[in-house]
């Protein structure tokens, strides 16, 4: 058995649970506490085919290896959730290098099209389970079992690379440990946009990979990495052309954030917002939809804004920058991304939380912060002919649009870490 620092539970969980309470609150931390809690008890619910399909999918990758390793590439490992995040990047490395996808959900485990990169899938799943029940209940020989069997694994697959999506959870906490143990390197690619003071991830790998200039200067400037620790790889997504609709009426959506779940209270700002977009979206002809986040109560918001168009289930957000014209967020990641595909984009800043001005950055159009300020500014632009036309683009220092693709600008930078 390895000789693990002591206290592995901070390590893996209450050192990411301080963070959160620090920056959003007690209530934020109680959520990733009983996010790890609902996870446990999803993988116990399904322990025995769990197990079995595990079993399946490791034979199945040992297989497929047997034939992939024959030609002596490096071996890079990807968390699964990278691979649909990100398909440029791991189909480019494919090109050069073996990469190996560890489980990351329970999707990706019941899954049976998971076959498109070879070799294909190496499922980590009693490991996760060992994980969330020592965390929950506090064993420090189970966390330590965990992470000794993560590092035989990791010795079957003998990877020159790890990519990780973010590393303040406590699966990639885990990975990062047993890395550095044996002398892996770490690299996360940066998932979401981060402002002065709000940086809770990309502390522990050993490089980070931003979206631009602007986030590689807020890891510097907040002292969270040394120079030469953060590269920029540039927007990891690949952009498609969107065309144009040919609907004639404008269509407003709302990117919805749940801010609730940190402060109940929020619940209200949200409710005012919406129902105040649909009417003015009435007035001016437009169609109003709230494009509601994942973590959305749908019933409760149902039951407070009746009468409001929800996104269908299942409508993916590439489907609703193709619908949409105009896009209005407080911050949404997702409003930046319309933004960079020419949508006309209004950041609203009604909330009392912290948030960087996006039209000062050059994302947005225009910020406001109040709904009166909204509702002038839309009334002055739908006067300008082809209005929505008239916005949209993303200045380069904060995102800049890796050419020819993310993939080939991903390996470019990992050149000198494999």
Not at 178 to 185: D, L, R, T, Y
Not at 275 to 290: I, P
Not at 315 to 344: P, Q
Request: charged share 25%; proline share 5%.
């Amino acid at each position: 058995m390895n000789e693990w620092d002591k206290n592995l539970r901070w390590h893996l969980f209450e050192d990411s649970a301080e963070n959160l309470k620090e920056e959003l609150g007690e209530e934020a931390s109680k959520n990733f506490f009983n996010n790890i809690e609902n996870l446990n008890n999803s993988y116990n619910r399904f322990k025995i085919p769990i197990k079995f399909l595990e079993l399946a999918k490791r034979v199945h990758y040992s297989f497929n290896s047997v034939k992939s390793n024959k030609n002596n590439r490096k071996t890079v490992i990807f968390q699964d959730v990278l691979s649909k995040r990100y398909p440029s990047i791991v189909s480019s490395v494919s090109k050069l290098y073996n990469p190996v996808l560890i489980g990351e959900t329970l999707f990706s485990l019941f899954n049976p099209s998971r076959t498109f990169y070879q070799p294909v899938y190496f499922p980590i799943y009693s490991i996760y389970m060992d994980i969330y029940s020592g965390i929950l209940d506090n064993n420090e020989m189970l966390l330590q079992k965990a992470l000794d069997d993560l590092m035989q694994t990791f010795k079957d697959l003998n990877p020159d690379l790890i990519v990780l999506n973010q590393d303040a959870f406590p699966e990639s906490r885990a990975v990062i440990m047993v890395a550095k143990k044996m002398g892996i390197p770490t690299i996360e690619i940066q998932h979401g946009t981060y402002q002065p003071g709000f940086i809770s991830t990309g502390r522990y790998v050993d490089e980070v990979f931003v979206w631009g200039e602007y986030f590689r200067k807020l890891y510097y400037d907040e002292k969270i990495r040394k120079p030469g620790e953060v590269k920029i790889l540039g927007y990891p997504y690949e952009l498609e052309t969107m065309t144009k609709k040919s609907q004639e009426k404008i269509v407003l959506y709302y990117l919805g954030q749940n801010f609730e779940a940190v402060d109940s209270n929020l619940l209200d700002v949200k409710i005012k917002t919406v129902n105040f977009l649909q009417k003015l979206c009435e007035d001016l002809g437009f169609g109003f939809v709230y494009r509601f986040h994942p973590s959305d109560q749908l019933d409760l918001l149902r039951s407070n804004i009746p009468g409001i168009e929800f996104t269908p289930q299942g409508e993916t957000l590439k489907e609703s920058f193709k619908k949409g014209d105009i896009f209005i967020s407080f911050n949404s990641t997702s409003l930046i991304e319309a933004s960079l595909r020419s949508k006309l984009c209004i950041q609203l800043r009604n909330y009392d939380l912290p948030a960087d001005n996006f039209e000062k950055l050059g994302i947005c159009a225009k910020t406001v912060k109040t709904l009166e300020e909204l509702e002038l500014f839309i009334r002055e632009i739908s006067k300008i002919e082809n209005f929505c036309d008239s916005f949209g683009s993303v200045d380069r220092n904060y995102i800049e649009v890796p050419t020819p693709n993310p993939g080939a600008r991903f390996l470019e930078l990992i050149d000198d870490l494999i």
